[in-house]
């Protein structure tokens, strides 16, 4: 049973910082791409960032790029997202996510939520201006 389980949401000022965990267990991570996706309600989900499994090559939303970092340590099963610069509009659930076995080193693939076939229950991230 694969699952992924993320922390490290919380409240922050803007322009502060958070780093986001995901562990994930049941699953080769080694050999698994991850993604970070954040959902508000009333929207679809929007993708963040993407590392892939060597964690060789990594993918961002244009909205998040220069800011936030994903990375990854597989000797820990775990996938980071640091945040920072954070800003009001970066207020959302955040989820992390494991890729297909097939899945395509590019950003078209990474930033689909389709390309992803197991999902974490999601962290709250919280910006007050």
């Known amino acids: 049973q694969v699952q992924l389980v993320e922390s490290g949401g919380g409240l922050v000022q803007a322009g502060g910082s958070l780093r986001l965990s995901c562990v994930a267990s049941g699953l080769t991570f080694s050999r698994s791409a991850m993604g970070w996706f954040r959902q508000v309600p009333g929207k679809e989900r929007e993708f963040v960032a993407a590392?892939?499994?060597?964690?060789?090559?990594?993918f961002y939303a244009e909205s998040v790029k220069g800011r936030f970092t994903i990375s990854r340590d597989n000797a820990k099963n775990t996938v980071y997202l640091q945040m920072n610069s954070l800003k009001p509009e970066d207020m959302a659930v955040y989820y992390c996510?494991?890729?297909?076995?097939?899945?395509?080193?590019?950003?078209?693939?990474?930033?689909?939520?389709?390309?992803?076939?197991?999902w974490g229950q999601g962290t709250q991230v919280a910006v007050s201006s």
């Open positions: 590392i892939v499994f060597t964690g060789s090559t990594t």
């Open positions: 996510a494991a890729g297909r076995p097939d899945y395509e080193h590019s950003y078209t693939y990474a930033s689909r939520i389709t390309s992803y076939n197991y």
